[in-house]
C-alpha cells in the first residue's frame, strides 16, 4: 500500500474510533452497530474490516481512547497550572491543589453530568464494561483505562503537595466520583440528581476552593 493510502487508512481508523467513543459513552456498548459508527465517521460501512477485526475490537479501542482523553485532560490541568504564575506567594504545591480542586469540581459538575459523550468512560461505560464476559476486549480495556486514571489522580495528587498518595484513598475518591456521577445521570430531571453532585464534590474536596458548577469550555466535559 503506497505511504499516502496508508496515511490516509490510519486518518480514518482514528476517526472511526474517536466518532465510537462519543456514540458508545452517550447510548451505550450494545447500542451502536457497526454501520452507525462508520456513518459517524463519515464513512461506509463497507471498509469497516479493514480498520478492525470485529465490532468487539472497535468498542475495545473506543473505550481505551475515551480513557486517553480523561487522562489527557487531567494532564493538562496539572500542567498549565503548574505553569501558572511564577512570582507572588503562590507555591508549586498552591498551583497542585488548585489543579487538583479544578478537576474535582469539573468532574462533579452539572457539564459533565450532561454531556456524557465527552466525559469520562469509567462513568459512561461502567454498566458495559460489568455486563461484559471475562476476558472481554471492553473489560480488559475497561480496566487498563481505570488503572491508569487511578495512575492519573496519583499524579495530579502527587502535585497537590502529598508526595506519598495512598492508593487506598485515591480509589475511594475515584469510586466516590464515578459512583456519583453515575448516580447523578440515573436521576437526571429530578432535584435528587443536582444534589447527589453538591454533596459529593463538597465531600471530596473538603476546605479546598472550586470552581463554580457546571464551568468548563473544553471539548472535554469534566
Not at 490510519?10 to 459508527?37: C, F, M, Y
Not at 469539573?106 to 461484559?132: E, F, I, K, M
Amino acid at each position: 500500500m503506497p505511504r499516502a493510502s496508508r496515511a490516509e487508512a490510519e486518518r480514518h481508523r482514528e476517526q472511526v474510533i474517536a466518532a465510537t467513543a462519543k456514540l458508545v459513552r452517550t447510548h451505550g456498548a450494545d447500542k451502536v452497530s457497526v454501520p452507525q459508527a462508520m456513518a459517524a465517521a463519515g464513512l461506509t460501512h463497507g471498509g469497516f474490516y479493514r480498520h478492525f477485526a470485529s465490532k468487539d475490537d472497535l468498542i475495545a479501542q473506543a473505550c481505551s481512547a475515551a480513557f486517553a482523553e480523561r487522562l489527557a485532560a487531567m494532564d493538562d490541568l496539572a500542567e498549565s497550572e503548574g505553569a501558572g504564575a511564577d512570582t507572588g506567594e503562590d507555591t508549586g504545591e498552591d498551583r497542585g491543589r488548585d489543579a487538583r480542586a479544578a478537576f474535582l469540581a469539573t468532574y462533579l459538575s452539572t457539564l459533565h453530568r450532561d454531556n456524557p459523550a465527552l466525559g469520562c468512560a469509567a462513568a459512561a461505560l461502567a454498566v458495559d464494561a460489568a455486563r461484559a464476559e471475562p476476558g472481554d476486549p471492553l473489560r480488559r480495556a475497561y480496566a487498563d483505562g481505570m488503572r491508569n486514571l487511578v495512575d492519573g489522580m496519583e499524579r495530579l495528587t502527587r502535585k497537590s503537595g502529598d508526595t506519598s498518595p495512598d492508593e487506598g484513598t485515591i480509589l475511594v475518591e475515584l469510586s466516590t466520583m464515578i459512583g456519583a456521577l453515575v448516580l447523578s445521570r440515573a436521576c437526571a430531571g429530578d432535584d435528587l440528581s443536582d444534589r447527589i453532585l453538591t454533596a459529593v464534590r463538597d465531600h471530596v474536596l473538603g476546605d479546598d476552593e472550586h470552581t463554580p458548577d457546571g464551568m468548563g469550555t473544553s471539548e472535554t466535559a469534566g
